[in-house]
T-cell receptor, first 113, second 112 residues
Framework: EPEVTQTPSHQVTQMGQEVILRCVPI?????FYWYRQILGQKVEFLVS????????KSEIFDDQFSVERPDGSNFTLKIRSTKLEDSAMYFC???????????FGDGTRLSIL | QKEVEQNSGPLSVPEGAIASLNCTYS??????FFWYRQYSGKSPELIMS????GDKEDGRFTAQLNKASQYVSLLIRDSQPSDSATYLC????????????FGTGTRLKVLA
């Protein structure tokens, strides 16, 4: 069964550094999402992306965050200057159409020191 | 603020019993509802989606939706120890968005 793949599985970064989290959505999917889950808390929406542009973003997704689809397969989340509170599990998801169920990758655990 | 509420549990059931998980949501116009299973430290795994009032069955799982009462439930029949996980309710609202709003999840423990 097709999967969403994310790399790296764990990223450790010093506060203030830039990080890029990578995702390869399911190949024929058109809608892409990033969510995050702080340890012990609920999964929170960050951003949705369709047709090479952001379609929606949450208040968490401030100017420090950006997303990109640099080629036909990858979807990336960049955090420009990481803060301690950015430590979380970041999940990429994709769906075939906007209303179809979203399928999640295994996540990247981001630890900010 | 649109909310999705779940009892955090843990909900403990003996092996072979029916586990009943409930979720309520605040946005009356919500259109799509999903149940995900999340093992500790892992990603959410889609179990069921439901869009219309009534029941939807898939193997040992039945999702129930009541839009008038704004709740959605998940029944797991013949519960197995491998079903022990956190079950997340996710709701897509009507507002032209495809984002999911998740509940905090209910931790299920199936006792052998």
């Amino acid at each position: 069964e097709p999967e969403v793949t994310q790399t790296p599985s764990h990223q450790v970064t010093q506060m203030g550094q830039e990080v890029i989290l990578r995702c390869v959505p399911i190949s024929n999917h058109l809608y892409f999402y990033w969510y995050r889950q702080i340890l012990g808390q609920k999964v929170e929406f960050l951003v949705s992306f369709y047709n090479n542009e952001i379609s929606e973003k949450s208040e968490i997704f401030d100017d420090q965050f950006s997303v990109e689809r640099p080629d036909g397969s990858n979807f990336t989340l960049k955090i420009r200057s990481t803060k301690l509170e950015d430590s979380a599990m970041y999940f990429c998801a994709s769906s075939g159409q906007g209303g179809q169920p979203q399928h999640f990758g295994d996540g990247t655990r981001l630890s900010i020191l | 603020q649109k909310e999705v509420e779940q009892n955090s549990g843990p909900l403990s059931v003996p092996e072979g019993a029916i586990a009943s998980l409930n979720c309520t949501y605040s946005d009356r116009g919500s259109q799509s509802f999903f149940w995900y299973r999340q093992y500790s430290g892992k990603s959410p795994e889609l179990i069921m989606s439901i869009y219309s009032n009534g029941d939807k069955e898939d193997g040992r799982f039945t999702a129930q939706l009541n839009k008038a009462s704004q709740y959605v439930s998940l029944l797991i029949r013949d519960s197995q120890p491998s079903d022990s996980a956190t079950y997340l309710c996710a709701v897509r609202s009507r507002s032209g968005t495809y984002k999911y709003i998740f509940g905090t999840g209910t931790r299920l423990k199936v006792l052998a």
